[in-house]
């Protein structure tokens, strides 16, 4: 893209402007963030999943050469927590403190800081701080954690069950289905039980932070790599009992979030204090063994369906009880993800009777809070392998069956009983141009042929929807999520006419300032290389409760357009007076204001009206002079971004291992701002979809409590020589709900990962009757599926 | 995950490293490639008051050959790999030594730290049992010859070499004309260290095999698997010999469990990947190679 170009940058490929920073190693990361005379911090975390502090002896630590300060729990007097930004009703309080208070609920749990001058050291004084520990029964299985006699891990609670939330399956007038009568009428009730692994992002940049209180201003700057920087601020000068005004974040590049780095940790808290008590730079980087026992985990559900199906494959109803592992604490988001499961879970199909129970259960483990898919992944893993059982036990095709079920193309908006309302799109039309990418007929007869040959193929198919462009700040009201939806964008047109756009969101990976620039550039109809993009300066860029999360580019990209808006109007004005002519003569169009019909004549480009704008000399009545606007766009609904996957696998019986042969995406994110960015959000997340269906997860002992998968050795993540080679397929369906049409994309790879795989392999092993309901699917598992089946 | 405090040589001579291994004893850790060791530091697993640096010492690293192998103990994996003499004579080495990690492991990581260091589930260990191979040791006191069973055989992340003993060569003897090699591997992702793992070498006359040594990984040591090799001594090279061969594998594999399968998959693995092993090796008799 070297020849300059004014107008249509939405739907161009441009090449990501961050690559050239980023592959040339000239990125900035917070480990390259140094300032002079900083200190090192290490934090002292528990080695037990559950046990009483009965006293911490740091006088031997603090006597090392080099170390300046040590914090336990009773050096936090006055300094608060970081709240659960979503508090469903009935939720019972249990969120993270900044330093285990008296008791370590999980391995990996903060319990001491240590501050010195350099890691080396601060590590050294670790090993020396002695810690009395009165090690307590422990409960790491979220069945286990609702016994009578489980351990009580937040004694506060009186049990384990944090929040019992009940979605009854209204309708859009409000009124329950029947689901009694659906059961009734039912000719078979399929059951499922399924267990979802716990994994998560494992950015390969692990979090990090330096601290820089500067005394005599009273201010605190904080290099952080959080995805919501404001929101952060704001919590943590509530936590640490200072203005927010003193506090100024500033993000660098990221490598990697996926969501975990949207949640505010303990550590925030501890590195921000530490250097505002010792009056020095303080700079902390999580390690990987940290980053795997202490940044925050996903997914982990235990999920129990009945579905009522009618003997023509019509699905009649659908109830269920899902269990969230949340591990010790409630984290920023609550049981948020879990939430989510319970909304989404009816997926594409007219499923009118609906009922949903979801706890939020403690156990000793890592919190489970935000992560790339946020409960949709485990929602689609239910209703799709539910599906799925539902068509072999009728002897209906799992393709038919879905398309028999969808939701047609003009029953939007569709009301669903999980409560979200469903914008637009073509559920049929996704599924067919997905079974003609493998061209599905040829495949099953193949599969029947290689069967003869000893060779177990399997084709497995998963359909999905994503709420995206959370959402509505109004809607988020009514559901106790206590942030805003919105995002806001300031545009400034420079006297060269040239724009600087300053946005709330954090780029970290997902190409966000290529895309807003595009944004930016179409609808200012000049060349992207006019735009500039800030961001990551709490102090420069707008406020967002919401931040940047892989599915937020359509919302902030409305902000943008708004603002634009703005200030084309009063180009437009200023231009007309220096035209002399009616405003309602003048339009703007390519990057110039002009009297309509005489273009050619009467013009001016955006940098002369600029230029007059900040001269200030002729300014019409009721405008400012300058050129600039800000806007905040909070969306008027969700949009529902959705499409169909198919995988197709080999199964070595013998070992259990998988091997891939094909994997077709076709996905619908409405108006495709950038296709090349887009493709590569699918890949990414489809990686991440994939590694938690066949290698990544979360392996606690249940004697011990301890987490097994401890390093990048045993906490599997996928290369691209373990995945397959992925074919994607567009459908482009403009969302009604946002100005521009975009949905959100950067998730929705993820979303059926997990249920394709779980049904293709289920599918290879269909004369052994073997039901796959457990991820991640290892070769060890999956083989002792087979054994047990005689296989 | 820093390394707690220790002091640091880097000898330049063999002599030098004897010496002062001599000196420190059981205070002393070597250092070749560090692929296994740093990260032991680190975790602070490993806390040797002393690191001997034995990365300066280039009289170690070297690949002879005349038939039979010699090589040097800090011989870099990758120069191993992609050795002439060695996939020439044993490309049962060249095979095996691909699946150890990573590129960027294997051009730091040695041969003798490989073995040195005698992780259960890594391939050289189980890969020089079944090459009948032996070892150099050698202390300021003198020298030793070891067979690779002496060396790491019922041993799980240790080895026989006294505290004052260097690794210093590694001899693997010529493969007969009428041998073949099997190497079957089965690991989660390509690199990682192996479930289980089977490297064969089987000598035929005409389709009776008339030889076979079997060396398994991935259980609590690396280790031999006597009973299958003498089930296979006379028999006809086929499936029925395999999985017989298979049977007594699994049946006497000194297996273990961790978080990636249990005792009895590493067991069931075993079986089967020494009978793909066998047939890999009875169709590759005679120089030729998979
Ligand atoms: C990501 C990763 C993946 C890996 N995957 C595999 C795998 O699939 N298979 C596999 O087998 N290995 C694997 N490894 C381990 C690694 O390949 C070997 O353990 C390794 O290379 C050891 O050799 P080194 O030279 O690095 O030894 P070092 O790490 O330096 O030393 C290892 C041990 O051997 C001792 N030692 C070294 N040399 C001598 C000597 N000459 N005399 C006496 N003692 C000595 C040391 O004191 C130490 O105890 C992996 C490592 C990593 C980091």
């Not at chain 1, 319970?342 to 706890?359: E, F, M, P, R, T």
């Not at chain 2, 300066?56 to 103990?73: D, H, P, Q, T, V």
Request: with cysteine; proline share 5%; aromatic share 6%.
């Amino acid at each position: 893209m070297t020849a300059t170009q004014s107008t249509g940058w939405i739907g161009v490929s441009a090449p990501r402007r961050e690559d050239a920073l980023l592959i040339r190693g000239r990125g900035r990361f917070i480990a390259d963030v140094s300032p002079a005379g900083a200190l090192h911090l290490a934090v002292l975390r528990s080695p037990f999943a559950h046990a009483r502090i009965n006293g911490v002896d740091t006088s031997a630590a603090e006597s090392l050469p080099g170390v300046h300060g040590v914090i336990t729990a009773d050096d936090l007097e006055g300094i608060g927590a970081f709240p659960t930004v979503w508090r469903l009703p009935g939720q019972k309080e249990c969120h993270t403190p900044a330093l285990a208070p008296g008791k370590a609920r999980y391995v990996g749990e903060p319990v001491a800081a240590v501050i010195a001058d350099s890691r080396y050291i601060a590590e050294d004084a670790l090993d020396l701080i002695e810690v009395d520990y009165e090690v307590l029964d422990h409960v790491v299985d979220v069945e286990a954690a609702l016994a009578e006699d489980a351990p009580v891990i937040n004694e506060h609670m009186g049990d384990n069950v944090i929040i019992e939330y009940t979605f009854p399956g209204i309708n859009a007038l409000g009124v329950a289905g029947d689901l009694d009568g659906a059961f009734a009428e039912a000719d078979e009730v399929i059951t499922g039980r399924f267990r979802i692994g716990r994994y998560s992002g494992v950015p390969l940049e692990t979090r990090g932070l330096v601290a820089d209180w500067d005394d005599l201003r009273q201010t605190l700057t904080l290099h952080s790599e959080s995805q919501v920087a404001h929101l952060l601020r704001t919590e943590l000068a509530a936590a640490l009992g200072i203005p927010e005004t003193s506090i100024r974040i500033l993000t660098p590049n990221i490598g990697g979030a996926f969501g975990n780095k949207w949640d505010r940790y303990p550590e925030d808290i501890l590195v921000s204090l530490a250097s505002m008590r010792l009056g020095r730079p303080v700079k902390w980087i999580e390690d990987r063994r940290e980053s795997l026992q202490a940044t925050v985990h996903g997914r982990q559900q235990l999920q129990e369906w009945q579905l009522a199906v009618r003997s023509d494959g019509a699905l009649l109803g659908l109830k269920g009880r899902v269990l969230s592992d949340q591990g010790a604490h409630l984290h920023s988001v609550g049981i948020g993800p879990a939430w989510v499961t319970g909304a989404a879970a009816v997926n594409q199909y007219k499923i009118a009777n609906y009922h949903c129970d979801v706890l939020g259960v403690a156990t000793n483990k890592t919190p489970n809070s935000t992560f790339r898919g946020f409960g949709g992944p485990e929602a689609m893993f239910g209703i799709e392998r539910m599906v799925d059982k539902a068509a072999r036990k009728l002897g209906i095709d799992p393709a038919e069956i879905r398309r028999m079920n969808m939701i047609g193309a003009d029953e939007f908006p569709y009301f669903s009983p999980g409560g979200a309302v469903y914008d637009s799109g073509n559920y049929p039309t996704a599924l067919a141009k997905a079974l003609e990418a493998v061209e599905y007929d040829r495949l099953r007869e193949e599969q029947a042929a290689l069967r003869e040959q000893g060779v177990r193929r399997g084709i497995g198919i998963g359909s999905y929807i994503h709420v995206s462009g959370f959402g509505p700040s109004a809607i988020l009201g009514m559901l106790d999520y206590y942030t805003g939806g919105y995002e806001g964008s300031t545009v400034k047109i420079d006297p060269h006419g040239r724009a600087t756009l300053y946005t709330g969101m954090i780029p970290m990976g997902q190409g966000t300032e290529t895309t807003l620039a595009q944004v930016a550039a179409d609808h200012l109809e000049i060349d992207i290389a006019n735009v500039r993009v800030v961001w990551g300066d709490t102090d420069q860029t707008p406020y967002t409760g919401f931040g940047s999360a892989g599915s937020r580019s359509n919302v902030a990209a409305v902000a943008v357009i708004k603002a634009i808006e703005e200030i084309k109007a009063k180009a437009v004005r200023i231009g007309a007076g220096l035209l002399e002519a009616d405003p309602e003569d003048v339009a703007y169009g390519d990057g110039r204001i002009s009297v309509k019909g005489a273009e050619e004549m009467r013009s001016l480009t955006l940098a002369e009206v600029a230029q007059q704008a900040y001269w200030g000399h002729k300014i019409p009545e009721g405008d400012q002079p300058g050129l600039e606007a800000t806007y905040v766009y909070d969306p008027a609904n969700f949009t529902t971004a959705y499409g169909t996957h198919v995988a197709v696998v080999d199964v070595d019986v013998q070992t259990g291992k998988i091997d891939w042969v094909k994997y077709v995406v076709v996905d619908d994110a409405g108006t495709i701002i950038n296709p090349l960015l887009v493709e590569g959000q699918i890949h990414g997340a489809l990686a991440q979809g994939l590694g938690g269906a066949i290698l990544e997860e979360f392996v606690y002992d249940e004697e011990t409590g301890q987490l097994l998968s401890s390093s990048l050795m045993d906490y599997l993540l996928p290369s691209f020589t373990d995945l397959p080679d992925f074919e994607i397929h567009h459908l482009e369906t403009p969302s009604p709900h946002t100005e521009g049409g975009f949905k959100g994309m950067g998730e929705a790879g993820c979303f059926p990962a997990g249920a394709v795989v779980a049904n293709a392999v289920t599918d290879a092993l269909s004369d052994l009757g073997i039901e796959v309901d457990e991820t991640p699917v290892t070769p060890a598992r999956l083989w002792g599926l087979i054994n047990a089946a005689g296989g | 995950m820093k390394p707690a405090v220790f002091s640091y040589s880097a000898p330049e001579s063999i002599e030098e490293a004897l010496g002062l291994l001599a000196e420190h004893g059981s205070e002393a850790k070597v250092l070749a490639g560090g692929q296994s060791l740093v990260p032991l530091l680190n975790f602070r697993l490993a806390r040797p008051a002393h690191i001997v640096d034995i990365n300066g010492i280039g009289e170690l690293s070297y690949i002879s050959s005349n038939g039979s192998l010699r090589l040097g103990a800090l011989t870099r994996l990758t120069a191993v790999e992609e050795s002439g003499d060695v996939s020439s004579g044993h490309p049962i080495i060249t095979r095996a030594v691909s699946h150890i990690g990573h590129r960027a492991i294997r051009n730091r990581g040695t041969i003798g730290g490989s073995l040195a260091h005698n992780d259960p589930a890594a391939e050289t260990p189980a890969l020089l049992l079944a090459l009948d191979s032996e070892v150099t040791a050698r202390s300021a006191g003198g020298e030793r010859t070891l067979s690779a069973q002496e060396l790491v055989g019922d041993r799980f992340f240790e080895t026989s070499l006294g505290d004052d003993e260097l690794l210093t060569e590694i001899r693997i003897p010529a493969l007969a004309a009428s041998s073949g090699w099997g190497f079957q591997e089965l690991s989660r992702r390509h690199g990682d260290f192996a479930l289980a793992g089977v490297a064969a070498v089987v000598t035929m006359d005409g389709g009776a095999i008339s030889s076979a040594a079997l060396g398994a990984f991935g259980g609590a040591y690396a280790a031999r698997l006597p009973e299958a090799e003498a089930a296979l001594v006379g028999a006809e090279a086929g499936e029925a010999a395999f999985a017989a061969a298979g049977e007594r594998a699994a049946a006497e594999f000194p297996t273990t469990s961790d978080v990636h399968g249990s005792e009895e998959y590493r067991r069931h693995l075993i079986g089967v990947l020494t009978g793909r092993a066998l047939a890999e090796a009875t169709s590759n008799t005679g120089g030729e190679n998979g």
